[in-house]
């Protein structure tokens, strides 16, 4: 038995999402130069950063975010409608030590699933895991929200604003793969079942702070940082305080850590995220012939 999904006939790949992210940038570009042998995919460089709700008036002071994530909305969705792009992938890139990330919002959407299975079969000297954010009582933001499935490629460790040769091809392998499984699938490939581990994230980490200033008063500890997914057991160091101090990890259950130091998230108040990893069995799909 296998679960069947209409034909993925219209797919946008997305870059530039924050726009200091240069991979997604240049593979954009690169497959924008490149388009021709691939017409069945639209390629869009998008240069937004959240998706706030799409609904309701807009002004026109209305922050370039939001006019320009109006106007993705309008041509990747809308969101939620029969409209919206079949399948979209967000290009992003992270600080830390993650290798390649698919992040979705799901953990049941099962062609990103096998999507992840197919990449991990066809690159595997590539440290690959799949996130899942569990937005179920949240609206989510994301731009690969708007898609009817839909997720984003992460990798690192690149410095924002700098392209990495060997990230890079780590992210135009994925995607070329992704588009590979995505034509395959519409030619009517069954895919086999199977497990997958997924990450999913249970919450963020701040870095301690001073009470008053709240400037930050340690890094992340040497014996952790460049240590994501790798397993951390309670008392094991979190952090290194300026003074010399090591500050240990008080949960009581051993989690995955990732997202460790990332560059964009002191803002955000996120030193490192903990993630529980579980094993989902995933169903043989195949293309709805009808
Ligand atoms: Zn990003």
């Not at 909305?73 to 890139?93: F, R, W």
Request: aromatic share 10%; glycine share 6%.
């Amino acid at each position: 038995m296998s679960v069947c999904f209409p034909k993925l006939s219209r797919v946008a790949v997305c870059g530039g999402t924050h726009g200091n992210e240069l991979s997604g940038v240049y593979l954009v570009r690169e497959l924008q130069r490149c388009a021709g042998d691939g017409a069945h995919v639209n390629t869009l460089l998008c240069d937004t950063f959240v998706f706030p709700s799409p609904s309701g008036p807009i002004s026109d002071t209305a922050p370039y975010e939001m006019i320009r994530s109006r106007e993705l909305n309008a041509l990747l969705g809308p969101k939620g409608s029969p409209k919206a792009v079949d399948l979209i992938c967000d290009l992003h890139n992270t600080t830390a030590d993650m290798g390649l990330c698919l992040i979705a919002y799901s953990d049941h959407d099962w062609i990103c699933l096998h999507i992840f299975r197919h990449l991990q079969r066809q690159m595997p000297d590539i440290p690959m895991r799949y996130i899942h954010f569990d937005v179920s009582n949240k609206e989510s933001y994301s731009l690969d929200s708007v898609g009817k499935h839909g997720f984003a490629i992460e990798i690192g460790p690149q410095p924002h604003g700098v392209v990495r040769s060997n990230i890079y091809t780590a992210m135009k392998f994925g995607v070329q793969h992704m588009l590979d499984w995505v034509r395959f699938f519409n030619s009517g490939t069954i895919f086999e079942g199977g497990f997958v581990d997924v990450f999913t994230m249970v919450k963020h980490i701040d870095y301690p702070r001073d009470r008053e200033t709240r400037n930050i008063t340690a890094a992340i500890h040497p014996q952790l940082q460049d240590r994501d997914f790798s397993l951390l057991q309670p008392e094991d160091p979190l952090f290194q305080t300026f003074s010399g101090e090591t500050l240990r990890y008080k949960g009581k259950e051993p989690l995955y850590p990732f997202f460790i130091n990332e560059c964009a998230y002191y803002e955000k108040s996120i030193a490192l995220s903990l993630a529980r990893k579980r094993r989902v069995m995933i169903p043989a799909i195949r293309v709805d012939r009808t």
